[in-house]
Structures are given as structure tokens and as C-alpha cells.
């Protein structure tokens, strides 16, 4: 098949092999209109015209991993920690539910400070008699913890595998186990989560064949959010690399993974709208994406949430209000979604 025929079988629903998918992130392929183009149609058709919105409350930089590429790692002995306490961060979320908005995303490095039993408290509070979502973003831990938190009202949870390739995995994450990842995965799923993974583009040692295995995972395991950026260099940690050189990759990683994967949630990550906020938005709402994620992180902490080099500048330009928000929507011919904005691939939720 030429790479025609491969969009227009996968606009029509087949499972693409990995060598299809290969061939349509080859630098040699030269129509990235047609699948730009397919992308949007598909993702009007599976999910819509609404944009959803999910707040994230980045309440710790305290990790106790040391993945090569992040500026969080535990040996960054240049990062200033900061912790918000428990009650802070309920204080946080129910101000965030106040101004409207109906996801709250739990982010931070995995801090073993806040306990299981902390966490699920945080939660419980956080639901009380309050229609909002709960997401977690709080990396591994037992299978029994993602339980308690489940039961306490947690709705989503968010686990990037960033590599497929397992070579590549245990060289960037030397206290991290791969199997283990995916056990978690897996356990998110088993325990009733809807559940986001991802991956970093560009990172070096990456192979198309690897992207292609990413993709395949995303449609196989049923993912039902997938959060994409290009990997940013950051002169505070071990890695060597500098990246990629624009982001045509990443729109077209994007994209593809609409074409495949379908009914997903796709946000359009603040890694890829670093150069550019406003046209890296509206370049990756058109090509698939269909959430943004706003920084609801109290000020005094941006900066020191410091996983790549200018985040906290993007972060400020993205405290946008929902208004700016509903702009930006209704120059796309989009809109902004109402409620919780669940996934598409349960039933009866939509
Ligand atoms: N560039 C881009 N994204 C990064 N992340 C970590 N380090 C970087 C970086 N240098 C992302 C990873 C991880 C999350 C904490 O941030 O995807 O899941
Ligand atoms: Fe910690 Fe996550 Fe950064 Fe790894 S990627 S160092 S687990 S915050």
C-alpha cells in the first residue's frame, strides 16, 4: 500500500502493522496534509467538537526517582522542594472547582511523603459533594493503594510509559523497571481508572519502530488518554541530547495516534506549546488533540516545578482564564466542554 491507501485504511478503521505506521512517520513521507487532515476528521467524528479542560495542581517537586531526562530527579541538588500541605491542596482544587472547572490533575514527583492514606483523604475532601473529576498523576505505587484512592472518588490516572523500547527504558530510568510500569498500567485499568500514559519524543535512542510499538500499545491496552511532548534539554541533568528540532514530528506523532487510536483524549501538552503558546495550541488542536490542560498551580511554586528549562515562563503565560480559553475554542470552530468530560470508551459516558 502506498501511504494514500494507508491513511485511508486507517480513516476506515484498520489496525495498521507497525511497518504501516513506520512508513507514515518516515522523514520520507510526504503527505503530511492528507494525514493531518484525516486526524481532524477522525477526531471530530470519535469525540467531537469540545475542548475539555483539565486543571493541574502541581502540589510537590520532591521526587525520589532520578530519571536522566528530568528535572526533578533526586540528585537536581539545584531544584528549591516545596511540599503543599494536604489541606492546601483541597483549598487549591476547590477554589479550581470554583472557577468552573470540572477535572482537578493531581500532579507530583513521587513523593512517598504523602502517604496512601493522605492522598485518599485529599481525594474524599476534594469529591465531597462536588461534581468534579479526580485525576492522579503520582507514579507507581501497589496495586492496593490504586485501589483505597479509587475507592475514595479518584477517577483517572495518569502513568506515562515514555519509551516502548526496554533497552532504552532502563537506560533513562535506572530505578525504574519496565514490566513494573506496565503491572501498573494494568492494575490502574484492572481497578476501574480511566488511564492516561504517554510518551517524550526525541529523546535519544528512540527509533521509529519504537513510536510505531508506542502507538500499537496506546490501541491495545485500551488507553484512554495519551499526553505526547518532545523531549526538552535541560542542563540540570546527566542526559546528552539536544532534541528535536521542531515539532513537525510530534504533530505527526499526534496525529496518527487519532488515526489509530480513535476515541481518545488527546491533550495538546504544555511541552508543545513551549516555543509557542497560542499557534502550538491551535497547530495541535487541528491535528488531533482535543483537551488542554491549564498550570492551576499556586504562583509561588511555577518556577521551581522545573522539569525543563522555561516551563515556568510557559506556565505563566498558561494561568490563561477560561475566558481566553473559549476564544481560542471558538476560533477553531470548537467549544469548550461542559461537566467531567469522561473518557468515550466507557459506556454511557460522554
Ligand atoms: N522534557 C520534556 N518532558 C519531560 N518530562 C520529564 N522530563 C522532561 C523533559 N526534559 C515529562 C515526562 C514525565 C513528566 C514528569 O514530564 O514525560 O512523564
Ligand atoms: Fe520523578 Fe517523574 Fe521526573 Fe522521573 S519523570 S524524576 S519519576 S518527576
Same mark, same amino acid.
Given at each position: 500500500m502506498n501511504s494514500h491507501q494507508i491513511i485511508e485504511a486507517l480513516a476506515n478503521g484498520e489496525r495498521p502493522s507497525r511497518s504501516e505506521i513506520v512508513d507514515l512517520l518516515h522523514p520520507g513521507f510526504d503527505d503530511?496534509?492528507?494525514?493531518?487532515?484525516?486526524?481532524d476528521e477522525t477526531r471530530r467524528r470519535y469525540v467531537g467538537d469540545a475542548i475539555h479542560l483539565r486543571a493541574i495542581i502541581e502540589f510537590s517537586n520532591y521526587c525520589?526517582?532520578?530519571?536522566?531526562?528530568?528535572?526533578?530527579?533526586?540528585?537536581?541538588?539545584?531544584?528549591?522542594?516545596?511540599? %503543599?500541605? =494536604?489541606?492546601? &491542596?483541597?483549598?487549591?482544587a476547590v477554589?479550581?472547582?470554583? %472557577?468552573?472547572?470540572?477535572?482537578?490533575?493531581?500532579?507530583s514527583g513521587e513523593d512517598s511523603y504523602y502517604t496512601s492514606e493522605i492522598v485518599a483523604e485529599v481525594i474524599s475532601e476534594i469529591k465531597r459533594g462536588r461534581e468534579i473529576a479526580v485525576t492522579l498523576s503520582l507514579g507507581e505505587r501497589p496495586r492496593k493503594t490504586y485501589r483505597l484512592w479509587g475507592d475514595a472518588g479518584a477517577d483517572r490516572y495518569l502513568l506515562k510509559h515514555e519509551t516502548s523500547d526496554e533497552v532504552l527504558y532502563?537506560? /533513562?530510568? =535506572?530505578?525504574l523497571d519496565y514490566r513494573e510500569r506496565f503491572r501498573c498500567l494494568r492494575d490502574l485499568k484492572e481497578s476501574g481508572?480511566?488511564?492516561?500514559?504517554?510518551? %517524550?519524543?526525541? /529523546? =535519544?535512542?528512540?527509533?521509529?519502530?519504537?513510536?510505531?510499538?508506542? &502507538?500499537?500499545f496506546f490501541a491495545e491496552a485500551e488507553i484512554d488518554m495519551i499526553g505526547m511532548g518532545p523531549f526538552i534539554y535541560n542542563s540540570a541533568t546527566p542526559i546528552i541530547g539536544s532534541g528535536l528540532n521542531n515539532l513537525d514530528f510530534v504533530y505527526r506523532l499526534i496525529a496518527l495516534t487519532r488515526l489509530v487510536t480513535k476515541d481518545t483524549h &488527546? =491533550?495538546?501538552?504544555?511541552?508543545?506549546? &513551549?516555543?509557542d503558546l497560542e499557534q502550538g495550541r491551535m497547530k495541535v488542536l487541528s491535528v488531533g488533540a482535543n483537551v488542554i490542560m491549564p498550570n492551576l498551580t499556586p504562583d509561588k511554586y511555577r518556577a521551581d516545578y522545573a522539569i525543563y528549562p522555561d516551563k515556568a515562563t510557559a506556565a505563566e503565560v498558561i494561568a490563561d482564564s477560561r475566558e481566553s480559553l473559549a476564544e481560542l475554542a471558538a476560533s477553531l470552530g470548537r467549544y469548550i466542554g461542559e461537566g467531567v468530560g469522561g473518557s468515550r470508551k466507557k459506556a454511557g459516558v460522554g
Amino acid at each position: 500500500m502506498n501511504s494514500h491507501q494507508i491513511i485511508e485504511a486507517l480513516a476506515n478503521g484498520e489496525r495498521p502493522s507497525r511497518s504501516e505506521i513506520v512508513d507514515l512517520l518516515h522523514p520520507g513521507f510526504d503527505d503530511e496534509e492528507a494525514l493531518f487532515t484525516a486526524a481532524d476528521e477522525t477526531r471530530r467524528r470519535y469525540v467531537g467538537d469540545a475542548i475539555h479542560l483539565r486543571a493541574i495542581i502541581e502540589f510537590s517537586n520532591y521526587c525520589e526517582r532520578n530519571c536522566v531526562y528530568c528535572g526533578l530527579r533526586r540528585d537536581n541538588k539545584t531544584l528549591c522542594r516545596y511540599r %503543599m500541605s =494536604p489541606d492546601k &491542596i483541597v483549598e487549591r482544587a476547590v477554589d479550581v472547582y470554583e %472557577m468552573g472547572y470540572r477535572t482537578v490533575v493531581l500532579q507530583s514527583g513521587e513523593d512517598s511523603y504523602y502517604t496512601s492514606e493522605i492522598v485518599a483523604e485529599v481525594i474524599s475532601e476534594i469529591k465531597r459533594g462536588r461534581e468534579i473529576a479526580v485525576t492522579l498523576s503520582l507514579g507507581e505505587r501497589p496495586r492496593k493503594t490504586y485501589r483505597l484512592w479509587g475507592d475514595a472518588g479518584a477517577d483517572r490516572y495518569l502513568l506515562k510509559h515514555e519509551t516502548s523500547d526496554e533497552v532504552l527504558y532502563a537506560k /533513562l530510568h =535506572p530505578d525504574l523497571d519496565y514490566r513494573e510500569r506496565f503491572r501498573c498500567l494494568r492494575d490502574l485499568k484492572e481497578s476501574g481508572y480511566e488511564v492516561g500514559s504517554g510518551i %517524550m519524543a526525541g /529523546l =535519544p535512542g528512540q527509533t521509529l519502530e519504537s513510536y510505531a510499538d508506542d &502507538i500499537l500499545f496506546f490501541a491495545e491496552a485500551e488507553i484512554d488518554m495519551i499526553g505526547m511532548g518532545p523531549f526538552i534539554y535541560n542542563s540540570a541533568t546527566p542526559i546528552i541530547g539536544s532534541g528535536l528540532n521542531n515539532l513537525d514530528f510530534v504533530y505527526r506523532l499526534i496525529a496518527l495516534t487519532r488515526l489509530v487510536t480513535k476515541d481518545t483524549h &488527546i =491533550p495538546a501538552t504544555t511541552a508543545l506549546t &513551549i516555543k509557542d503558546l497560542e499557534q502550538g495550541r491551535m497547530k495541535v488542536l487541528s491535528v488531533g488533540a482535543n483537551v488542554i490542560m491549564p498550570n492551576l498551580t499556586p504562583d509561588k511554586y511555577r518556577a521551581d516545578y522545573a522539569i525543563y528549562p522555561d516551563k515556568a515562563t510557559a506556565a505563566e503565560v498558561i494561568a490563561d482564564s477560561r475566558e481566553s480559553l473559549a476564544e481560542l475554542a471558538a476560533s477553531l470552530g470548537r467549544y469548550i466542554g461542559e461537566g467531567v468530560g469522561g473518557s468515550r470508551k466507557k459506556a454511557g459516558v460522554g
